[in-house]
Structure formats: structure tokens, C-alpha cells
């Protein structure tokens, strides 16, 4: 393969790796900015969420009271006021298993934004780390490629100097038995003294 071609091959191999990580280094970025976006907008309903959730516990236990005080006062809407007494006691324990559970999840979504946040970050240092390294690849693959190229252009050129010489000096021994034993005139003296210079 041509030496020109071999250097196209490579740069063209290393401009893709190159690409590649570049393109993978924003879609990390990206992704990073997403997740900090939507830690933002998650974190005030969570800290919105914990007073008020935390506030219906004891609402439910004043209105018990409340109901068994209306209960004395109001005897003849007595059935009512048991039935109505009784479904917030049978109510009681789900309105606080479900306000436990939404404490719980915005707890777990809380902290799966900042696990996925961490990632990003780990993500994307160690796409800053393979940039770096892919950079000095290719700066250690560019010094090679020259290294190569010099070595090659020398082991080239010294032969084709030897065979230089050697035609030159045919050339020279062929001329001398063709003109024969005459002495050459000062010009023809002259031009094969260039010749080998």
C-alpha cells in the first residue's frame, strides 16, 4: 500500500474514533442535563408534599373527637353520625397507609434522581478520561506514521544512490573503451568531472 494512502487510511480511522467519542461524550451531557432538570422540578413537590402529608395524621385524630362531641349534641342524627363516625375510623388506616406510601415514593424518586445524577457525572468523567487517551493515541500514531515515513524514504533512497553510481560509473567505463586510448579534450574532461559531482 502507498505510503500516501496508508496515512489517509489512518487519519480517516482516527477521525472516526474521534467522532464517535465526541458524539457519545454530548448524548452523556445531555442526558445529565435532563436528569438535573428534572431533579429540579421533582424536589419542591417533594418538599411541598411532606408537610401536608405529614398534617393529615393528626387532622384525622381531631376529627374523631370532633364526630363523638357532634354525636351527643346531635341525638337524632345519631345514624348519620355513626355511620359517618365509622367510615372515618374504617378510612383512618388507609389515608395514612396511602400518605406513608406517597412519603415513601417521593423518597425513592428523590433518590434515584441523585443515583442517575451521580451516573451522569461518573459517565461523564470517564468520557473526559477516553478523550484524553484517544488524544494521545492519535499524537503517538501521528509521531509513528512520520517515524516510518523517514525510515521507509531512507531505505529507498540509498539503494536507488548505489545504482546511481554504479550506471554512472558503467556509463564512464563504456565511453572511456569506446573512444579507445586517446587523451579527451578539456571540455569532454569537464563534463565528466560534473557528472560526479
Avoid: N, W
Amino acid at each position: 500500500m502507498p505510503e500516501d494512502i496508508f496515512r489517509i487510511v489512518i487519519a480517516v480511522a482516527v477521525l472516526l474514533a474521534c467522532i464517535a467519542f465526541v458524539v457519545q461524550a454530548v448524548l452523556v451531557l445531555s442526558l445529565y442535563r435532563a436528569m438535573r432538570k428534572m431533579q429540579a422540578k421533582v424536589e419542591p413537590l417533594v418538599d411541598r408534599a411532606e408537610p401536608v402529608i405529614g398534617k393529615i395524621g393528626p387532622v384525622l385524630d381531631k376529627i374523631g373527637p370532633v364526630v363523638d362531641q357532634a354525636k351527643v349534641t346531635l341525638s337524632k342524627a345519631a345514624p348519620i353520625l355513626d355511620t359517618t363516625h365509622q367510615i372515618i375510623l374504617d378510612t383512618r388506616p388507609r389515608v395514612a397507609a396511602v400518605a406513608d406510601e406517597t412519603v415513601a415514593v417521593t423518597r425513592s424518586v428523590r433518590v434515584q434522581v441523585e443515583r442517575a445524577g451521580d451516573l451522569l457525572e461518573d459517565a461523564g468523567g470517564r468520557a473526559r478520561e477516553r478523550l484524553a487517551q484517544i488524544d494521545l493515541t492519535v499524537a503517538a500514531t501521528v509521531e509513528q506514521v512520520g517515524e516510518v515515513s523517514e525510515a521507509v524514504k531512507r531505505a529507498i533512497q540509498a539503494p536507488v544512490r548505489e545504482t546511481k553510481g554504479i550506471a554512472a560509473g558503467i556509463s564512464a567505463a563504456v565511453s572511456t573503451l569506446a573512444r579507445g586510448s586517446r587523451r579527451p579534450s578539456v571540455d569532454h574532461a569537464t563534463q565528466d568531472e560534473e557528472m560526479f559531482i
